[in-house]
């Protein structure tokens, strides 16, 4: 067995015992977690800055991507909120133990579908050191097993991170509950572990989750991609189509739920798409022109119709009416989230039937798909899978159920026979 | 693209239209169908004649198994229980557009969740034709789309069957929702289809579904292994339990939810395990050793403590303590369903809150664990899986969710400003 093997195999067990811990002991390690990140500021951000040296080294010799060595720094500030995001998570209800479901199916049996840990989660992540004590927490509220895997860009802030959050949740969790795989082989392993590991979640490019999603049977929970679509309807309210679009787009362009094309109706050709363009070329935006568009206006066309700027800019599509617009959609977008802007209930709600996305909206920006804003009040991640957890994620996503039932004998074939105690002759026949 | 691509792509959009159809209507087709299957009975009992015989000669020149041929027969009252079973598939609520949620996590935001089809479904089954016009009212129910693929043994049924089912449902259901694959190439190719097949559900031996999660990278909906564990406590009622552990072995000894390995409490060696073993033995129930067992008794080794006989045939070790059983199920088992015997309900709740598997039971023999003693009127299988569905699963397990969500033009970022209707100075500027 490997040390990974061996590690797997010691995390799921710990995560069975972590399972059983009250929540009132599962919150005060979270608590313990918070204070020592601000009570071990200091050795964490001089780690941190071994990792941003090396990182400014690499950078300068175009080794490694400016965006990437900027999400590695921390501050006290960050710690400060990633303490608090912590307390916040604590003072969140139990996810587990929940009751889903009770019955009693046949009388005298009580059954009941209650909440549990998954099991054992790798979380793979890129770059940003913060994910490290932001996923703990997650795990140590919902009593999972973690297989950390982080870029060896922060290295020295993991390893300190990791150090000071096992110290300040060793006395309440079970040991061997979480790992840092430090190897740089370990991920390729790690992938194939399918009996050992329950879930893998990525945190990163889209480049990393569509890498792992091709290289393991683990179930995947993420996205790879996020084209988002505001369809504006002929019905909408010209004003609020305008502010949803350059919302969409520019409010966090890199965003996975930023949008990616915007379909207008035929209707709007004329001059509230030019103020759109104007609008958008004001706000620094490029426009790429779908096959409609390319005919009325001198936009370069865009790369595809699936395809996800993650940036300041935009296709711009015609269509002739709704139904163009969902089958649009449907065929070549990426199932994260939808709107459509209008002032029928009738086109809202079709639209709302018909799109197969995981959120589709009405008169909302497509930014608001995000588990804080959504009320979750912590978020896993956003998954384009479609079975399990879908949309925004919060810790809801990361428990699974278990049934349980209580009877006094049930049998399911023949009733209860008498063959206890038994008669002295038939013992005697045995020997 | 190929022909199977095709129909998977076809397939999808069929599920996306039958989606938003009534419920009404969908069990306007499942009525229909339960009609077709008795007003055509005699065709299909005749194309079944077919494979039958083509199966005897295959079982008399030793290239079939005898219980394979075996579940290929249909009679006419299997078809007329299938045709009832399709009614009460129709009777039960209807699983899509449910409300699993719904909240105003912003004011004048309306966010709710609610369930929609998977999508496509993957089907693939052995012997048994009557699994097909089952899968086929699951489906309808569900709105999902099937790509079906039987064995080559049930060729000529399983054609019938979706000849007259597929007509049965056309008029109501979109076309191309269902699809039967005949070629014997396509397994391979259909397990590659990870974008455009959702969901695999095998439905056959275990072989089979261990075949099938080896090669694919889709989710996989069911259970390879049903390792189940009887765990006769010191405090058991000793006849509750000799009646528990034969029930859950002979009621159906080659079930998934059969007791493969029965541990019992040291303090039980005596009289009581003895008149079990007696008991199990008159049962036709051959008796393996587990390794404390094999101390004291004559019995052969079981091959392995993680073993499935499948048969009238069991494991019986003895344990010193409920610790040690727990950990010997969570070792040893597959996480399908494990009971414990006992009259402590301080025993019963540690077992219940600590064996990790999907059912676990007190004082209810093994064999409860299925979809519709546990009261879901239809069930599509039971998985040992930990995501999306576990334990025994019904229509629920067929359906996901969407987020649909309607405001009045929210923004993440700035607040709405007036940019519309545009001065005319502006216009001018853009031409």
Chains 1, 2 share one sequence.
Not at 275 to 300: R, W
């Amino acid at each position: 067995m490997t040390q990974l093997n061996q590690a797997a195999k010691d995390a799921k067990q710990a995560s069975r015992q972590a399972a059983h811990l009250s929540h009132e002991q599962r919150c005060r390690a979270l608590r313990s977690m918070a204070r020592a990140l601000i009570a071990h500021k200091d050795i964490i951000l001089s780690a941190n800055e071994v990792d941003l040296a090396i990182a400014k080294e690499a950078v300068a010799a175009g080794e490694m991507s400016e965006p990437l060595a900027a999400r590695l720094k921390l501050t006290e500030q960050r710690l400060i909120e990633l303490a608090d995001g912590i307390k916040q998570i604590a003072a969140m209800d139990d996810p587990l133990g929940k009751v889903l479901m009770s019955s009693e199916p046949q009388p005298g049996i009580h059954l009941s579908k209650v909440t549990v840990p998954i099991g054992v989660l790798a979380v793979i992540f890129e770059s940003r050191p913060d994910a490290l004590p932001q996923i703990t927490a997650l795990a140590v509220k919902t009593g999972n097993a973690l297989l950390l895997k982080g870029g060896r860009e922060a290295a020295k802030s993991n390893r300190i991170l990791f150090d000071v959050t096992q110290k300040a949740i060793e006395d309440v969790m079970p040991a061997h509950l979480i790992h840092l795989i430090e190897s740089r082989e370990a991920m390729g392993e790690l992938l194939k572990m399918d009996d050992e590991i329950d879930l893998v979640i990525p945190r990163g490019s889209s480049e990393l989750v569509r890498a792992i999603q091709q290289q393991t049977k683990i179930p995947v929970m993420g996205h790879a991609e996020g084209i988002c679509h505001v369809y504006v309807d002929e019905h909408a309210d010209p004003q609020m189509a305008l502010n949803i679009c350059l919302d969409a787009k520019t409010n966090y362009p890199a965003a996975c739920n930023a949008v990616e094309t915007i379909l207008v109706h035929d209707h709007h050709h004329g001059p509230w798409l030019d103020q759109l363009c104007d609008e958008l070329t004001t706000s620094n935006v490029s426009i790429y022109a779908g096959p409609n568009m390319a005919l009325k206006k001198g936009f370069p066309p865009a790369p595809s119709l699936h395809w996800e700027y993650s940036d300041l800019a935009v296709t711009l599509e015609l269509v002739p009416n709704l139904d163009h617009a969902i089958e649009h959609i449907n065929t070549y977008g990426s199932g994260h989230t939808d709107t459509i802007v209008t002032e029928s209930e009738d086109r809202a709600h079709e639209f709302l039937q018909k799109v197969d996305s995981a959120s589709v909206f009405h008169n909302i920006s497509t930014r608001f798909a995000d588990g804080f804003r959504y009320g979750f009040g912590a978020e896993v991640g956003i998954s384009t899978g479609r079975l399990h957890a879908r949309g925004p994620v919060g810790l809801d996503g990361l428990v699974t159920y278990a049934y349980r039932a209580k009877g006094h004998g049930y049998l399911v074939g023949k009733k209860h026979k008498k063959i206890w105690p038994v008669r002295a002759a038939s013992l005697m026949q045995l020997f």
